[in-house]
């Protein structure tokens, strides 16, 4: 691996029983917006592992990731000082010009992504206000990290264990916002684009290939033609897409 690609995990910890937070350092240089990810070479694996990013700074990046195969499995074992082979900075990441008083909306492992975008938007003068869902109160996670940025944390939880029990489109009914910006599985994607009036950006979570949209895995029909997820996207304008 070449020494821009070498990122050393410096720890690699649960959050929940089936979610784990790895900060690495490195060169974050190509991370130029809220929202890209990093494609994780990892070994015995033929594909790379797409997982987006959380916070970063000068030095470090940290990503949050769910166990849900092989691969992640293969992730969650790892030693701090572990060498890593990563692909940074990859796809759009969100546009913060659109909005003034938005709404960051995080489903589940979709969380992640909410977190720097929130800090940017802060950085930017902006008021976010920020709704995490999950299924149930063990499965949530960052609630504690977003509040202390001092901003409006709403959780929900599908069973009612904690914060408000429902969906996020629950959580959002009488919020004032003016667009919104979201990642999180399919279903929450459609039932918030019916949910709301204002424009906004959702950030799609596909099976990658490459990662920088030469094998064209990733495609996905638009109102504005094919699009691949991981280049010009993930994060696409309510308005182009097609469900």
Known sequence: MSMQNCYKILSNEPLTATVFKMVLQG???AITAPGQFINIKLEGKFLRRPISVCDYNDATITIIYKVVG????????????TLLDCLVGLGNGYDISKSKNPLLVGGGVGVPPMYNLAKTLIADGQRPVVVLGFNTADEVFYADEFEALGIEVIVATVDGTMGIKGFVTDAIKDLDYDYFYACGPLPMFKALYN???????????????CGFGACMGCSCKTKYGSKRICKDGPVLVKEEIIW
Do not use: L
């Open 27 to 29: 060169d974050t240089g």
């Open 195 to 209: 949910a709301t009036d204002v424009s906004g950006q959702f950030s799609f979570e596909e099976r990658m290939g």
């Open 70 to 81: 092989e691969g992640t499995q293969q992730m969650s074992a790892m030693q701090p000082g």
